[in-house]
């Protein structure tokens, strides 16, 4: 068994950190003990993950992150992050680029593993999981 990581980018944008995207993933299948994992994360464009929260969620605003789990049991599914919103945000909460995207990356994922932020408490939660995983890379 083991853990496959696809990352894929649909925008302008040429940099983005592909190992350390991998080591964070890959420090939260470690944490939950996830050998299994089939795993596409999606970087876009503010337009196209509106698109996909309109047809998906019934949204139609853009987003910084939507996750979809396709296996409850092994964790199969896709993280779709709008690299226009992880921009924005990294400047506005002061942290650089690379920070932001693996911020949402490790944000998505916990998506997957069932955490949700639609509390204070939660959010709170799945932030400080978050920096916890940051600080593992």
Do not use: C, W
């Amino acid at each position: 068994m083991s853990n496959t990581i696809n990352i894929f980018n649909s925008t302008e944008k040429r940099y983005l950190p592909l190992k350390k995207i991998e080591d964070i993933a890959n420090e939260i299948f470690k944490e939950y003990q996830i050998n299994n994992a089939n795993l596409n994360i999606i970087f876009l464009s503010d337009a196209e993950i509106q698109k996909i929260n309109k047809q998906f969620l019934d949204h139609n605003y853009t987003t910084d992150v939507i996750s979809f789990n396709f296996d409850e049991k092994d964790l199969e599914g896709e993280v779709y992050i709008s690299i226009d919103t992880a921009e924005r945000q990294a400047i506005e909460y002061k942290v650089s680029l690379t920070n932001e995207v693996l911020r949402l990356t490790a944000h998505g994922i916990l998506h997957l593993l069932g955490y949700e932020d639609d509390t204070v408490d939660k959010k709170e939660k799945m932030h400080n999981l978050e920096e916890k995983f940051l600080q593992k890379i």
